[in-house]
């Protein structure tokens, strides 16, 4: 690795996404090689230029580069002070190998919406407390990605789905402490879990992870009301720890779960 390089990689906790690479690279230079996952990347300070299949690419910080697995590709740096990028591999039947070569003829999008959505989703996996969350911002990411490729990048529909929205409800309430994957909702619903994530946002103005988690709160506090400790009250109603907890809490109540048992 070259001099001055700081580089933080990791595999989270959820379906879709192999690998994290948080990357500073004031020098490096990758030679040729390639993939067995999507690259989605994007670069937060700085310039990079790529060839893909033998054909000369750039992006700046206002894109997104999406490369296709298998195929051939390396990075440099444009400007003498290097880059700092963040970039995530999504598994290769994420997307799908039959929008590989439209990939390889447009691997980058001017899209703020997007690039918004993407340096979001690094936050959350960056906290790697917020599953339903990460699961959300994901599949709208992947959505867009896939218009994209197909190049049939719209709107979505201004439509409501209240009965969508209902059933979303329903199984969330039914999971507050375990919670349930996007996914296995989508299963049961069924819907598309872009379709489920907008239409109960619509009819209850707020994403399905925030209503998650102040469910969660809700259960904490009946806990604490009971006399549990904070550190068993965590566990009971869903979150990761105490401090996870006491975050929340702190959110929606303005005190942390000590000053709440003891009023």
């Known amino acids: 690795m070259s001099s001055g390089a700081t580089v933080r990689a990791w595999r989270p906790r959820m379906d879709g996404v192999v690998e994290v ?24 300070e700085g310039a990079v230029r790529y060839d893909l299949d033998r054909h000369e690419h750039g992006l700046a910080q206002a894109q997104v580069s999406l490369l296709p697995p298998h ?16 970039v995530l591999y999504l598994a290769p039947d994420r997307l799908g190998e039959g929008l590989i070569g439209a990939a390889v ?9 997007l690039r918004h959505r993407i340096h979001q989703l690094h936050g959350v996996l960056l906290d790697g407390q917020e599953d339903l969350e990460a699961q959300s911002r994901l599949t709208l990411i992947e ?29 969330l309430d039914a999971h507050v402490p375990d919670g349930i994957t996007l996914d296995d909702a989508a299963k049961v619903v069924p819907a598309h879990p872009a ?8 009819e209850y103005g707020m994403p399905p992870h ?12 009946r806990y604490l009301l009971d006399g549990r400790p904070a550190a068993e009250v ?30």
């Open 21 to 44: 690479l948080h990357a500073h690279f004031p020098s490096h230079a990758y030679p040729s090689h390639t993939h067995d996952a999507w690259t989605v990347l994007i670069v937060d």
């Open 71 to 86: 195929v051939p590709h390396d990075g440099r740096s444009v400007l003498p002070g290097g880059f700092r990028k963040r």
């Open 105 to 113: 003829d447009q691997p980058e999008y001017v899209d703020p919406l």
């Open 143 to 171: 959505e867009r990605l896939k218009q994209h490729l197909r190049r049939q990048v719209v709107a979505p529909a201004d439509r409501s789905d209240a009965g969508v929205a209902a059933q979303l409800r329903d199984l």
């Open 195 to 202: 379709h489920l994530v907008r239409a109960f946002s619509r």
């Open 210 to 221: 925030r209503y998650l988690t102040g469910r969660r709160v809700d259960l904490a506090r």
């Open 234 to 263: 965590a566990t009971l109603a869903g979150f990761y720890d105490q401090s996870h907890l006491t975050r929340h809490f702190r959110k929606l109540l303005g005190v942390t779960p000590a000053s709440f048992a003891r009023s």
